[in-house]
């Protein structure tokens, strides 16, 4: 299938590496002309010279900015002033018993998984609506309608940006901009896969076992039984952001392994 991303302008936010740089890389691989987003220069100019290397023919540059303030975003948005698809996929999240989570964690949690793409959305969404055509695409997660127990601070926010993406297609009604949100389950990005090989040393074994014990115990509802790969997500992702999506807006896409229960 053409995508028909050749020349269409993408930011992905928090793309130096994870689920973030396998969506720059798969839209590179589209045609797209890709801007990557991390806090360092240092950590941009890598990412941008591995998508080189993957992707020798690909238009790609970056901006290093932090996107967990309204200073942050506006450091982005006067380098990266326009653009035609914009992925919000920063996120961090943070095991802690909700009893310990302070004030401070709510708030940093909100700013950085919600903030960050409402301001980014709240720039991009009016030129992409005189343009007649837009994608904007919030990574949340399986957590926004399975809250986790471990992180309730993290499902919160994770749950907000569906009721924003939600929100921001009923503006589109009309136009040809769409804003959808893709919820990936369990995923092998550097991100997670650090923090579970922490968990497999503390707990004395392979990070093969402390996966197959993740799935038992703490998800058993996965079909999959393993880590999605960051790729698996990206597909996904890709698809929504091209032209052949149009009719896909206002949706919650699960790319889940199968761990929500439910049939839609
Ligand atoms: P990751 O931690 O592996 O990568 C995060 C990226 O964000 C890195 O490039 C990092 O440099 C960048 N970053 C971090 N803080 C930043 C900031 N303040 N400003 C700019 N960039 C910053 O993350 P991931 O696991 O790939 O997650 C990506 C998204 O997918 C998040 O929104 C996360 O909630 C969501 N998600 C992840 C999983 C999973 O299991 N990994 C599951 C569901 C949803």
Known sequence: MDLQLSGKRALVTGSTAGIGFAI???????GALVTVNGRTPEGV?????RLRKEVPQAEVGGVAADLSTAYGAEALLRQCPAT??????LGIFDPVPFEQIPDSEWLRFFEVNVMSGVRLARH??????????????FISSESGINPPAEMVHYGMTKAAQLS???????TTAGTGVTVNAVL???????????????????????????????F?????TSLLKRFIEPAEVAALVTYVCSPRSAATNGAALRVDGGVVPTMC
Do not use: C, H
């Open 124 to 137: 991009y969404l009016p030129a992409m609506k005189a343009a007649d055509w837009g994608r904007i695409v």
């Open 184 to 214: 990936p389950g369990p995923t092998r990005s550097e991100g997670a896969a650090a923090f579970f090989g922490k968990l497999a040393a503390e707990q004395g074994v392979s990070f093969e076992e402390a996966e197959r014990r993740f």
């Open 216 to 220: 038992a115990e703490a998800r058993p």
């Open 84 to 89: 035609d698809i914009l992925v919000n996929n």
């Open 24 to 30: 720059a890389l798969e839209l590179a691989r589209e």
């Open 45 to 49: 100019a890598a990412a941008v010279a």
């Open 164 to 170: 924003v993406s939600r929100g921001l297609a009923q």
